[in-house]
C-alpha cells in the first residue's frame, strides 16, 4: 500500500531512479508480452493501475460497499463518506469547489451533459436561470479541427437539435490552433467555444489563455476537455478561467466507468438536467419535480462508487509523486521520442515541432506516419517485440484528415516511462521499414 | 528479428499482393458495388463486382485505404473469382471466414481460396481479422448476399 516515492525532492522533474521505484508500483509492468518485457507506451489511451489503487477499489467492496446517500446503516454512511472524500479530493487536484465536480461515466458522457443541459434549456427547461445556455438559429457553436470525437459529435447533434450553427477553427499547417481563425470565428453569435486543452494525436498545449480571452471577450461559455492534460500537467481549472471542463478517471491510474465534470457553481446550478431519474431531485409530484442543487442533480440513479474512491486514491498517488515533476519527465521523454521519430527517414510526425522559445509545449505523445507503412503495421510490428501503441485515427478523423492521412501510429507515454522504453519504440519504428521492404 | 508467428502473418506473398494490389481500380459496368469502411481504424475499401449474363462473376475491382492486410486480401480475391458461380462464390466467402475465425488451427482450402490461405496466420491476432475480411465482406455485399457474420 505505500510508494517509496522521495517527497522530500525539489526537484522540477523525476529522475530515472524515482521512475524505477514507481515502475515497481504497477504490476502490469511486470509482465511479458509476446516473450519480451511489456512496453507500454499507450497511457494516451488508457493508463496503467498502480497496486494501491486497485487495492483501494477491492477493499471498498472488501470492508464498505453500501448504497451512497441512502440508508442510515453504518456502512451506508461509511460508503457516503469516502465517495463525498473522492470528490473533495478531486476539486482540490484541479483547484476548484467540492461542490462545482460532478461524477460522470467519462469524459465523454460529461460533454454530452452539458450539450444535453443546454438542449433542455433551449426547449425552455430551467426557466429564467437557465436563459444563458439556449441555442436556436443564428447562435453558433465553435471548436476546432483537431479535437476528439467526444468533444465534436455531441455538439454537431447539439446544433441540429437546435439550429445553431458549429463554426470550426482550423489548424495551420505547422499544427497549431490558428488563432487568427480563432479571432475571425469568435463573435457576438459565439455561445459556447469547445476544445481540448491538449490535442490527443498533435500532443501540443494548446493557447487556452488566448482561446478563453476571445470567448470571455463575447459571453461564450468555455469548455474544456482535459483528457490529455489533467492526467500529465498541474491543472488548476479556476486559474484557466475556463467554464467547464471534463477529464476521464481511466487515462489517469484510475478503473474505467469513472470521469469528471467540472462546471463553475453558478451555472451548474443553472444548468438543467441531464440524466433525471432517483437521487437527484428533492420533491417529486405525480407530473412534475424539483431537482437538488449541484452536483447531485447531475448524478441520477446509482453511481459509480468504487471507481470514483480509486479515482481519489489515484489522484492522491500522483499528487506525491507530483504533477510537476512528473510534466518535468514527460517533457523529456516526449522531446526523445520527437528527435528520435524525425531522424528516421521515411517518417513525418504530425503536430508542431517542440520549441519553448515559440511557446510550444508539447507532451509525452507523438503521432506519426511511416512513408510505405500502413500504421496497422507499424503497430503490429512493434507489438511483436512487446510494445504496446495505438494505431488508427485515435478517435479524431478530422485532424487526420486535415494533414492527408487516414491513420497514424501513436506512442504516448507516462510516469511509468523511461527513456530506454521510448528508445525501443523508436527503434522498432525504423527496423520496421526493413521488415515490410520500404527500407 | 521477428518471430515466427509475424512472418507467418506477413509472409512474402501477402507483401507482395499489398504492393501489387490485383484488381485495383474501379472501371464501368459494374453489376455490384459496395463501400465498407473499418470505423476503428479508418481503412476503407470500395469494390466493384462485375458478372457476365450468365451471373457467373467475371471479376473485381477495388480501391481503398488500408494496412497491407487488407490491400492483399483485396489483392488476393481478385485473383479468385474469376468465372465463377453464385454458389462458388458463397462457398469461397464461407471458406475464407471459417479459417478468418479459426484461430490459427486449420491450413485452409487451397483449392478454394488459392493463394489468399497464406492469410491464414491473420486469424491468430483477433485485432487484425477485421482488416483481413473487409474486402470479403465489401464483396458479399456487392453480390447482394447477406453477410453471415
Not at chain 1, 470565428?185 to 486543452?197: K, L, S
Not at chain 1, 469548455?223 to 489517469?252: I, T, Y
Request: aromatic share 6%.
Amino acid at each position: 500500500m505505500t510508494t517509496d516515492v522521495d517527497q522530500t525532492t525539489t526537484a522540477a522533474t523525476l529522475e530515472l531512479h524515482d521512475v524505477e521505484r514507481i515502475r515497481a508500483d504497477f504490476p502490469i509492468l511486470g509482465r511479458e508480452v509476446n516473450g519480451h518485457p511489456l512496453v507500454y507506451l499507450d497511457s494516451g489511451a488508457t493508463s496503467q493501475k498502480p497496486q494501491r489503487v486497485i487495492d483501494v477499489e477491492r477493499s471498498y467492496y472488501e470492508l464498505n460497499n453500501a448504497a451512497v446517500h441512502r440508508g442510515a446503516h453504518t456502512l451506508a454512511g461509511e460508503a457516503t463518506e469516502l465517495f463525498e472524500d473522492a470528490r473533495a479530493t478531486v476539486a482540490r487536484f484541479v483547484g476548484v469547489a467540492d461542490d462545482e465536480i460532478v461524477w460522470t461515466s467519462n469524459a465523454t458522457e460529461g460533454l454530452n451533459l452539458i450539450a444535453y443541459g443546454m438542449s433542455n434549456a433551449s426547449l425552455g427547461r430551467g426557466g429564467d436561470a437557465a436563459r444563458r445556455f439556449r441555442l436556436g438559429e443564428g447562435d453558433e457553436i465553435v471548436v476546432t479541427e483537431l479535437e476528439h470525437h467526444a468533444n465534436l459529435v455531441p455538439w454537431q447533434e447539439l446544433a441540429f437539435r437546435t439550429g445553431a450553427t458549429l463554426r470550426v477553427i482550423g489548424v495551420g499547417d505547422d499544427g497549431r490552433i490558428r488563432l487568427d481563425d480563432a479571432a475571425e470565428i469568435i463573435g457576438e453569435r459565439t455561445r459556447v467555444v469547445a476544445f481540448a486543452h491538449v490535442s490527443n494525436v498533435l500532443g501540443a498545449v494548446n493557447p487556452v489563455a488566448e482561446l478563453v480571452a476571445l470567448a470571455h471577450g463575447v459571453g461564450a461559455l468555455v469548455v474544456l476537455d482535459a483528457c490529455q492534460s489533467a492526467p500529465h500537467l498541474s491543472l488548476d481549472l479556476a486559474a484557466l478561467d475556463v467554464d467547464f471542463a471534463v477529464f476521464s478517471g481511466h487515462k489517469m491510474l484510475a478503473p474505467t466507468g469513472v470521469g469528471v465534470l467540472y462546471g463553475r457553481s453558478e451555472l451548474l446550478n443553472a444548468l438543467p438536467p441531464f440524466l433525471t431519474g432517483g437521487s437527484m431531485i428533492t420533491t417529486v409530484g405525480l407530473t412534475e419535480s424539483e431537482f437538488l442543487p449541484a452536483p447531485m442533480r447531475f448524478e441520477a440513479g446509482t453511481q459509480r462508487v468504487s471507481q470514483a474512491i480509486a479515482l481519489a486514491s489515484a489522484i492522491d498517488y500522483l499528487g506525491e509523486v507530483g504533477m510537476a515533476r512528473i510534466a518535468g519527465w514527460e517533457a523529456q521523454l516526449g522531446e526523445r521520442l520527437y528527435q528520435g521519430l524525425v531522424a528516421i527517414p521515411g517518417v513525418r510526425v504530425l503536430g508542431p515541432a517542440p520549441d519553448a522559445a515559440a511557446g510550444v509545449e508539447r507532451v509525452g505523445l507523438a503521432s506519426f506516419v511511416v512513408d510505405g507503412i500502413h500504421s496497422h503495421d507499424v503497430g503490429q510490428f512493434l507489438d511483436d517485440r512487446g510494445i504496446a501503441v495505438r494505431v488508427g485515427h485515435h478517435c479524431a478523423q478530422p485532424v487526420h484528415r486535415r494533414f492527408g492521412v487516414t491513420a497514424t501510429t501513436r506512442v504516448s507515454t507516462y510516469l511509468y516511462n523511461t527513456p530506454d522504453e521510448v528508445d525501443q519504440a523508436v527503434a522498432a519504428v525504423a527496423d520496421s521499414r526493413a521488415f515490410f521492404g520500404v527500407a | 528479428m521477428a518471430s515466427r508467428e509475424l512472418e507467418s502473418m506477413y509472409q512474402h506473398v501477402i507483401l507482395d499482393h499489398a504492393k501489387e494490389k490485383h484488381g485495383f481500380g474501379l472501371r464501368d459496368g459494374a453489376t455490384g458495388s459496395s463501400h465498407q469502411i473499418n470505423p476503428t481504424c479508418g481503412d476503407e475499401v470500395t469494390l466493384n463486382v462485375y458478372r457476365a449474363a450468365d451471373g457467373r462473376v467475371e471479376s473485381i475491382g477495388w480501391e481503398g485505404q488500408g494496412c497491407s492486410i487488407s490491400t492483399a486480401s483485396a489483392s488476393l480475391l481478385s485473383d479468385i473469382v474469376h468465372d465463377l458461380t453464385a454458389d462458388e462464390v458463397t462457398e469461397r466467402i464461407a471458406a475464407f471466414r471459417e479459417l478468418m475465425q479459426s484461430k490459427g488451427a486449420i491450413e485452409g482450402d487451397e483449392d478454394l481460396l488459392g493463394d489468399a490461405v497464406a492469410l491464414g496466420g491473420v486469424s491468430r491476432y483477433i485485432t487484425r481479422i477485421k482488416c483481413a475480411m473487409l474486402p470479403w465482406v465489401a464483396f458479399e455485399d456487392a453480390l447482394g448476399l447477406t453477410p453471415a457474420r
